[in-house]
Structures are given as C-alpha cells and as structure tokens.
C-alpha cells in the first residue's frame, strides 16, 4: 500500500465532506502511444492487468502505463487550502473549508501569544493547497477502483460520484438550477471551470475513492 497527495479545490474539499463526491478524474498525460498509432481513433478501449493499463484500436496498442496517483487499495491524502494562523502565534492547522476558517476570515483573530493587538480580517493570509503539509491533513482517501476511459464517457452516476451537482448548486449562473438526469452538463461545467476542455474529449485517469480514518 502506498500513499500519495493529491490536490482538491474548495468545491471539491466540501463535497468530499458532505459525501457527495467518490470519483475524481484526472487528464492522462504523456501516453505512451506505439509509434504510427494514430490516438484520436474513436473506438478506441482501455484495459487493465495488473495495474498496466493499454489502449487498443483496431490496430496498434500503446505500451503498459500506471496511473500516477496509484491502484487499488493505495491511500490518497488531500491537501486543502488551510488558514495561516500560524504566523499569528496560532496552533493550526485551520482549514479554510471549515467553521473556523469561515469565521476566521470574516472576524481576524484575537491577540495570540505573540501578539499584542487584535489580526484584522485584511491581515489574514491562505496557505495554498499545494504548500500544506500532511501533518494538517485532514482528509484521507483509499483508491477502490482505477480505470481509464475518454471524459465524455462519463454516466450520469459517474458525474454526480464526482459532485457535480453539488458544484452547480453553488454558482451563481444558471447551472444551478439543473435538475436530476442533467449531471453530466454540470460535470461538463465543472471540468471546464478548473481550466479543462471538455469538448477536447481526453483519455482520463477514473479514481473511484472511499474516505477513511487516518
């Protein structure tokens, strides 16, 4: 078993917690493609064995590659954006997706040990995700399945396993008033708003997660 980071915005960090997301996908990048096969083929299919994934067409196959973030029975933990409290005299960690953080934001910090004056609100700095550490994480995922296959070939269960819907309900635009069987036009919103191309169609890396204890 091993054990990976691996990144989530606020959307996703608060539908992980309110259990509305156990898939995340993630663009392949660098496949390795056999010389002369052509990638865009459109019947193209994934397989596994042994955690070598391949993609075959009607004639060539690329050779064996595995997903970067791990197989099944690996363990991810996620970094978040996090509170910097520490800079204030603060124990942390306070993550930004939380109660704490909210009011953290909007009210400053009373005077801490090594201050003698209140931390106003404008004052406050965030930690990005990619720099905290894993001693304040707080979410821990264990992988339970890995496949391959192109983005739009996403179901309507896969689109909501991946908070879809719990996204669209937070924007102030019209996909927030999508109703049930319009999943994969809010996941199709979703990928394009984290800087993806949906209409691009790339082969993606499926992770279907659990959360666990650390």
Not at 26 to 51: E, H, L, T, V
Not at 80 to 88: F, G, S
Not at 147 to 162: F, G, K, N, Y
Request: hydrophobic letters at 35%; aromatic letters at 8%; a negative charge.
């Amino acid at each position: 078993m091993r054990e990976r980071p691996i990144l989530f915005n606020g959307a996703m960090v608060r539908a992980i917690l309110a259990g509305q997301k156990t898939q995340t996908r993630r663009a392949i990048k660098d496949i390795p493609w056999r010389p002369g096969c052509n990638p865009d083929f459109s019947q193209a299919r994934a397989f596994s064995n042994g955690g070598e994934f391949r993609i075959t067409g009607s004639q060539e196959m690329t050779t064996g590659f595995r997903c970067p973030l791990g197989q099944r029975g690996d363990r991810l933990w996620v970094r978040e954006t996090t509170v910097d409290v520490e800079r204030h005299g603060y124990l942390g960690p306070v993550h930004l997706e939380s109660e704490e953080g909210y009011a953290t934001l909007q009210g400053g910090l009373a005077p801490g040990p090594d201050d003698v004056i209140d931390v106003e609100p404008h004052e406050i700095t965030l930690r990005p995700s990619i720099h905290m550490p894993r001693s304040m994480c707080r979410l821990f995922l264990e992988i339970t399945d890995v496949r391959v296959e192109r983005l739009q070939a996403i179901s309507p269960a896969d689109a909501l396993a991946e908070g879809s819907m719990e996204w669209a309900g937070e924007q102030d635009t019209p996909i927030r008033d999508l109703d049930t069987g319009d999943e994969r036009i809010a996941f199709s919103a979703l990928w394009d708003s984290t800087g993806g191309d949906w209409n691009s169609n790339p082969w993606v890396w499926v992770i279907t997660f659990m959360r666990i204890e650390a």
